[in-house]
């Protein structure tokens, strides 16, 4: 007599009977566990990276991954930088790294411009092979970045397998699996500024000695994703509001910052180590306030005709929401001054990094970066007047929420599918009690939609979600793990293995659309005379135009 299934996964432990069998719909949406899915995530990443962007076409992405090359290449080559305009500081250093290096190996030997030939094959065959160098910087970029997002979750929310989702999510998010194959600057900033709001969601919840310390850290990560692409200016101007409702009676102060004299003295002490890393860093700021020198590189002041009037308003605010939050949760004096003290010198220090490889219009761009990205606008149709700021405003929220139905408006994002379940789980957990959860996903998720909207005037193009999307994907997070009752529901485990596939199919669409497009290369040489002046491309006639348009 044979057995049946259901005798047969008793007799035998440990089968996938057996695990498809139990209750709860999470163990079976995560049936790896947290390093099985860790180590899954990042060897289908590695294949796709293979198959859609390590082994494609060299010229196939050709806007940065061509601009950022030819710059480490001809920083080997002992000249300066030639592209400054996002300003790209850490991918550039990086790429110039890694290529110094794989000829330090004897593995690559096109490490300087001056060793590009020429001529028509040997060009094509050393430019493949510098290229692909470049791409693989790009994915041991986006692997630390998953990496450090996966760590920093499992310390957010309560449950593993919901970490391990979110996880997953981030993974595969449009924006990850694109910058995994493309050099672009958005990656490492998105990286560094998302790692610092997790990090500072972690420390705001409970009180400790070092805290403070933390938002150092923070301000020194904030300030190097700056240095890569000025758009992240926005996701740091939204830290500081989106952490106010994030505190709870663990957060107040610990007996340390409330002991009097020794409280103060370290706050004080804390104060002069700030003032002096600002006093090192202030000839980098003077440097990049220098009217001469932002008028050189083609910047306006944005208020008030002078610049560094928003700088000092935004640091205003973000020291306002530093004694919004103290106030609330019970922070103290000594601790709220030695906390300020420490992110004006985690900030300082980051600005500091401008020296690695100086050049002033570095310090231009990082230190103006709203006016660079009005240029930005201006190229992309925007006039500037402030009396069109409304509209345009207007126009770009319904940018967003057409981008959102996903209907309206698709694109190669899987994230937005996420937001039509936690705009109806926050209604959930607030009926439920979970008030302040509620709250945070909604904090979480208006920022991310405020900051797209302000993207929707370059297109909201898909190398811009990394910015947005862990915010989308840590307030679901927090709503899974607060909703218990729901994991439990009949309809949970289809609907997560819905999402799931989502999420693997629409996060490859756009790789595999580059991948196979039959568009050719010509449309390279309307930029590379500007962007590669000392790399002519040999399909480019002599006619080539100087005037490319803006990189976004």
Known sequence: MKAGPTELSRSIPGTWLEWLARKDPLDRLTPFGWRGALAFLFAFSLL??????????????????????????????????????????????????????????????????????????RFDAAMTNVIRAGRIVAAMTAGACLLGFAVLAKRIVRDRRVATCGVFAFAMSGGVQMHLRILRSEMIAACFCVIALMLLVIVARRGSVLRPVALAVAAWLCMLGLENKVQAILLIAAIPAVLLPFGGSASASVGFWRSGARAWTTAAAAAVVAACAAATAWPLVSAGLDPVAAAATGLHPLLLGRFGTYQILLWGWILGCMVAFAVQWRVSPPETLAAMSALVAGASLGLLALYVQYDARDAVIVLNPLEKML????????????????????????????????????????????????????????????????????????????IDTLGVRRGLKLEYFVFTDPLIIIAGMLLLDQARNLWLHPWTFTVGAILIALHVAISQAEPVKIAFKGKGRESICEWSPEYLPRLPLRWCGPSASAAGPEVK
């Open 48 to 121: 796709s990276f293979l198959l859609c962007g390590y082994f494609i076409a060299y010229w196939r992405n050709a806007d940065m991954d061509f601009m950022v090359v030819y710059s480490a290449l001809s920083l080997n080559d002992g000249s300066k930088r030639a592209f400054f305009d996002h300003p790209a500081y850490w991918t550039i250093l990086s790429v110039e790294f890694w290529l110094r290096l794989l000829h330090q190996l004897r593995l690559l030997d096109e490490w300087t411009l001056s060793a590009i030939p020429a001529d028509g094959q």
């Open 375 to 450: 240029q930005y606008a201006k190229a992309s149709g925007a006039d500037g007047q402030l009396q069109n700021s409304v509209g345009l405003l207007l126009s770009g929220l319904l940018g967003v929420f057409m981008r959102y139905t996903f209907v309206l408006f698709s694109s190669p994002r899987p994230t937005v599918f996420l937001t039509w379940l936690i705009i109806p789980g926050i209604a959930y957990v607030w009926r439920q009690g979970a008030h302040q959860i509620a709250v945070q996903a909604t904090v979480l998720l208006l920022a991310a939609i405020a």
